[in-house]
């Protein structure tokens, strides 16, 4: 049963092509679709086509506009056509080549040509070769312009455009982008474009780290589809030396822009806090009750404040969600704070080796560090403890010259079998598993209650959905039948409340690597790996999924589920009794003959722990006392060996037999505070 084309046409003025052939089927439906792989499978694009049957032969056509709309506009997009009958697929083949051209539009981003890769018809939506190169370049503490051409003729009236400035997460993520603001250009007449840019509409969005590498591109927008398109602004050679530049901006307040020219010969710029010496610390003083600061603050300078906030690591950088305050007196030639310790770093939100830092908050102004002048000297300083905590604290001089606090553990270790439920992945569930590269005696100290296997917190929420009949998909193991069965049933909270779990182990892997998809009557499923190779992806009536391309926005919309997923949580587990398991991939392994490999996806690796870490810091930030295994300064590596498969979420033999000491430590540490009250 065979459906074969032999003819193709294309009409340029309604931008339509039209596929004739032959099928001994009975047609039902015709489309056009495609699947695109980046981490994962995503559900295929499907586009009903227009089609016509005179009996055997049969004609369908193709809208430009919905292909275009539809496809990858920076890779090659491949469209294959099938026929539905009778609830069944079929491929449109051909017997051979069939003539036919390519196609470029001029108000699209892609050429077009039918291929016959294995005699399926194909039609590969292609981006145009489209560079931006930027001739005319002027940078103030007010203004940013220049000129950019285009590598083709752009006609008039087919394109808006707006210059856009993206931070990298950090600087050795080049490819990937986080926030991102904007500047209106205007509808494009020509190939060659001035714009300028009002540095005072500059927002402090992004400047979020101390130093922010912010990439330079040009957003066209088609005016005739729903599509649009970044470039890189590449730099003509003969204005290559006059890029480099540094300006003081107004807004946002005390902060540098610097422009430069990168490896790969394209505008990008460091926007960086000015904050250094603004405000200074004149003198210190502690004993075993207090702490006593005085500061040099500019006259200017109202309502101020000291905060103390805990630095979160993200990936070689930090952030900040946890703080105090604590108020400023001001007198006639001084300000300064007097901390009892009493109060000073209270709660359960000290990590094992944390960092505090000392800013002065005023109104109207950033959070300012306070600078260490050589005339204070901290160097005798000692750790003292932290009241009704097991830390210890120390004030130092950072590595900037400003002010911060070094914190310590108290150490503690007992032992006792505990219940204990786990909802993530891998990383935390394989630590309880008896085999011998793991830990054969488990048992001895932990009891599994149940385990949530790669289940994102967005389906956690979510009513079940009873549409998918588990029995016609044959290529599953039990335990990967059970862990879809449990993602559609959904009941994480009554199983936990059931349970009369001692500990909750949690891991946010399912919502790192992968994403959440929502079915036409508002259901929520995790797309797990199980889901992409056993094909049920394809069978679902999926209406939107949440992916990462655009990381930003997935956070934002995670959070909003995070703080629902938190406050259900806390009804059934108290914060003390989660333990959170911060996670992250490995970027090396030990290859088959024990040598140190480096995994050639290391820089997508490295994006994703830096968020991971964000969705940590978050969680942290809204339950400050839960519990913490932090292995992102350990050793561990890959194995080619590991037992279920070579992968960079799986590690070496060590790292589960340490998990599990970190495991005991930390829950005979929870014995031992609930004894001594």
């Known amino acids: ?192 474009v001035h714009f300028k840019v009002d540095l005072k509409t500059l927002s402090s969005n ?89 500061y040099t603050i500019p006259k200017s300078f109202v309502d101020c404040e000291l905060v103390i906030k805990r630095r979160d690591s993200k990936a070689k950088l930090f952030e900040y969600y946890i703080e105090q305050i604590f108020p400023i007196k001001k007198g006639l030639l001084k300000y300064d704070t007097i901390i009892s310790r009493d109060t000073f770093l209270t709660g359960n939100v000290n990590k094992e080796n944390g960092v505090w830092d000392f800013f002065i908050r005023s109104t109207g102004n950033p959070d300012l560090p306070i600078f260490i002048p050589s005339t204070v000297d901290l160097s005798k300083n000692k750790y003292h403890p932290v009241f009704k905590n097991p830390y210890q604290a120390r004030i130092i001089k950072n590595g900037a010259k400003n002010l911060s606090i070094s914190t310590i553990p108290g150490p503690e270790s007992n032992s006792n079998p505990l219940k204990i439920a786990v909802m993530g992945s891998c990383f935390s569930r394989n630590a309880f598993n008896s085999k011998p590269y793991f830990n054969p005696d488990y048992k001895r100290f932990f009891e599994v209650t149940f385990t949530q296997s790669h289940t994102s917190i967005f389906s956690v929420l979510s009513e079940p959905f009873k549409g998918v009949n588990l029995e016609k998909y044959g290529n599953m193991t039990n335990n990967e039948r059970r862990t879809v069965q449990d993602d559609l049933n959904k009941g994480f909270f009554e199983k936990l409340k059931k349970s009369k779990s001692d500990y909750l182990l949690l891991d946010f892997y399912p919502d790192v690597l992968r994403g959440p998809l929502w079915l036409e009557g508002g259901e929520i499923l995790s797309l797990s790996y199980i889901m992409e190779q056993t094909g049920i992806l394809n069978d679902l009536p999926i209406k939107r999924l949440l992916d990462h391309s655009d990381n930003e926005a997935f956070f934002q919309e995670w959070t909003t589920y995070a703080d629902k997923f938190i406050e259900k949580l806390l009804t059934i587990m108290p914060a003390e009794k989660i333990i959170l398991n911060k996670g992250g991939f490995t970027t090396k392994y030990y290859d088959k003959n024990g040598a140190i490999q480096e995994y050639k996806i290391k820089m997508r690796i490295e994006r994703n722990n830096y968020f991971w870490e964000r969705l940590n810091n978050y969680f942290l930030a809204k339950v400050p006392t839960a519990q913490v295994i932090d292995f992102s300064k350990k050793p561990y590596i890959g194995d080619f060996y590991y037992p279920f498969g070579h992968s960079f979420s799986h590690f070496e033999s060590g790292y589960y037999k340490d998990f599990m000491r970190e495991m005991i430590y930390i829950t005979e540490r929870e014995k031992r505070k609930l004894n001594d009250q």
């Open 1 to 192: 049963m065979s459906s074969y084309i032999n003819k193709i046409k294309l009409n340029e003025e309604t931008q339509t092509w039209t596929i004739s052939g032959t099928s001994t089927l009975q047609i039902d439906e015709i489309q056009a679709h495609y699947t695109e792989m980046l981490e994962f499978v995503r559900p295929e694009k499907k586009i009903n086509l227009l089609f016509e049957t005179n009996g055997n032969e049969f004609s369908a056509t193709i809208s430009l506009v919905e292909i275009a709309e539809n496809s990858i506009t920076d890779k090659k997009t491949p469209w294959t056509f099938r026929i539905i009958s009778a609830g069944k697929s079929y491929s449109i083949e051909s017997d051979g080549p069939v003539t036919n051209k390519a196609f470029a539009p001029p108000n699209a981003f892609y050429q077009y040509l039918f291929e016959f890769p294995e005699g399926i018809v194909t039609l590969f939506s292609k981006p145009k070769e489209i560079t931006a190169t930027l001739s005319n370049f002027q940078l103030t503490s007010e203004l940013l312009a220049g000129e950019i051409n285009f590598s083709i003729p752009i006609e008039s009236d087919t394109y808006s455009a707006e210059i856009v400035l993206k931070r990298r997460p950090f600087s050795a993520l080049y490819l990937f982008h986080e926030q991102e603001e904007k500047f209106q250009i205007g509808i494009l007449k020509a190939s060659s």
């Open 206 to 294: 992004l400047l979020v780290d101390s130093n922010n590498v912010i990439d330079a591109f040009i957003r066209l927008n088609s005016l005739s589809i729903n599509k649009q398109h970044d470039f890189y602004l590449n730099i003509d050679p003969t204005i290559k030396n006059t890029i480099p530049k540094e300006v003081n901006l107004e807004i946002p307040k005390y902060s540098k822009l610097s422009s430069f020219v990168t490896g790969s010969n394209r505008l990008s710029f460091y926007l960086k806090k000015n904050y250094q010496e603004i405000v200074s610390l004149a003198s210190f003083n502690e004993d075993d009750s207090k702490i006593e600061l005085q």
